[in-house]
């Protein structure tokens, strides 16, 4: 065996580099590298002299949960649909909580001690929420999320644990480097009122559809979250929530809605996310229903019993490209960081507009790219199904005090097929 070995000698980059020009004939070979939308020069091979130190893993476990959305409109309705989901392959429930509710009806024969939980709540039903919740066993993986930065407004209710959202960054067309800084800067403003009690940092993300990228994405938010808590002496868990975006997702050929979302669910899982919700494929034009429901649950649990994704602890440590991607992206969006810190924090940016004026040009630019057919949505911008009857909804577009806007790239495309 260690005969063998010693019959292959390494190669340096610069001699694969200098194999591809002959094997280019004469085509240049700077074509070959691409610019990303955050300014990355994507290069056509990597190897480990792009590392600069030894990789380690970044997280230590794999696995996840299962999570579906429970819109409660009404309580006993909401629980059966909890129940239902729970039943049929679920692990984890999120639970939007927009008016008042009763929340021993809601949890009826759910142990919320025994699952992951969220609850995503409006400001008027916290408290409520927080003194059944302290009523009842919960265990460590059930959160209560009411954040009110991008209002213009942080408030810490509960001192063991920092629940923020910040997944309308992406879905609002943010560039990767600017979406991670911001998120970055949104947890610094809940830690400068935090005290070093804080035992969990609870994140929660839209992962987009660049496969690569958003596994380096959710690394990097991973590692500057730590390094972050370390500046502060915070020791603390950090869970990371994903949620497959709606910014590529279209009522045109929608089908495919359930392909962009797995690969979604992909890179979440691949990029250490601790609950992942995937949405369903119709979930932009149809209400709530038990077949899409039932799919959205399935491609997770495909990616589990049988791609085994949660069987390996960070599986892309130690793949040149993306642990490449992940120290850039850590390193960039930690520059604009200091950027946003420098002119006050998060809270002054946003007044300012300096967030928005920045997400404004990133969501323009990845317009362009798919009006000119750089950036192809299948069945929707390119190989569309001309004999398909499509009807126009009405997107529910988040939309904050702030002018930060979720914006959808297939919108115009599906009014003039619609017309």
């Known amino acids: 065996m260690q005969k063998l070995f010693t019959e292959f ?18 085509i240049d070979y700077n074509t070959l590298v691409w610019k990303t939308n955050s300014g ?25 949960a299962i999570c579906e959305n429970v819109f409660v409109s009404d309580s006993q309705i909401a629980n059966t649909q909890a129940l239902n989901a729970l039943q049929n392959g679920a692990s984890g429930l999120v639970f939007y909580i927009t008016q008042k509710t009763d929340f021993g009806v809601l ?15 409006k400001p008027e039903f916290e408290k409520e929420l927080f003194t059944f919740l302290s009523s009842i066993s919960t265990g460590d993986t059930c959160f209560v999320e009411c954040d009110k930065t991008l209002e213009g407004k942080v408030e810490l209710q509960n001192t063991s644990s920092i629940c923020i959202n910040t997944n309308l960054y992406q879905e609002a067309g943010s560039n990767t480097i600017n979406e991670l800084a ?112 039932r799919m959205a649950r399935n491609q997770q649990l495909i ?12 599986m892309a440590a130690g793949s040149y490209y993306i642990e490449t991607l992940t120290e850039t992206l850590c390193e960039k969006a930690w520059e604009q960081f200091k950027v946003i810190e420098s002119k006050g924090g998060l809270l002054a940016c946003l007044k300012s507009n300096y967030i928005q004026d920045i997400i404004s040009k990133d969501a323009h630019t990845l317009i362009q790219q798919f009006k000119e057919g750089k950036l192809v949505l ?8 001309k004999n398909e009857e499509v009807k126009m909804v009405k997107r529910k577009n988040t939309i904050h005090s702030s002018g930060i806007k979720a914006i959808n790239l297939s919108e115009s495309i599906e009014q003039q097929l619609a017309n």
Do not use: C
């Open 303 to 314: 990616l589990k019993d049988e791609s085994y994704l949660n069987v390996v602890a960070d």
């Open 40 to 64: 990355i020069d994507v290069q056509p091979f990597y190897t480990k002299e792009n590392l600069n130190t030894n990789p380690v893993p970044v997280f230590v476990k794999n696995d996840w």
């Open 182 to 293: 911001f998120s970055i800067a949104h947890l610094n403003e809940y830690l400068n009122i935090a005290s070093s009690s804080v035992k969990t940092i609870h994140l929660n993300v839209s992962v987009g559809g660049d496969f690569f990228m958003e596994i380096a994405k959710l690394r990097a938010l991973r590692k500057l979250t730590n390094f972050l808590l370390s500046q502060y002496n915070i020791k603390a868990t950090v869970h990371i929530h994903a949620q497959t975006t709606l910014i590529n997702k279209s009522v045109v050929d929608s089908y495919n809605n359930m392909l962009r979302s797995t690969t979604e669910a992909m890179s979440a899982s691949i990029g250490g996310a601790n609950s992942i919700v995937v949405l369903p494929f119709d979930v932009e034009f149809n209400t709530q229903n038990d077949f899409s429901s």
């Open 378 to 385: 299948v069945g929707v911008n390119k190989f569309q199904n």
């Open 9 to 26: 000698t390494s190669t340096t980059a610069a001699q694969w580099k200098e194999q591809l020009v002959k094997d280019l004939k004469g």
């Open 107 to 121: 949890l009826k024969d759910i142990s919320v001690q025994h699952i992951y939980s969220l609850f995503i709540v």
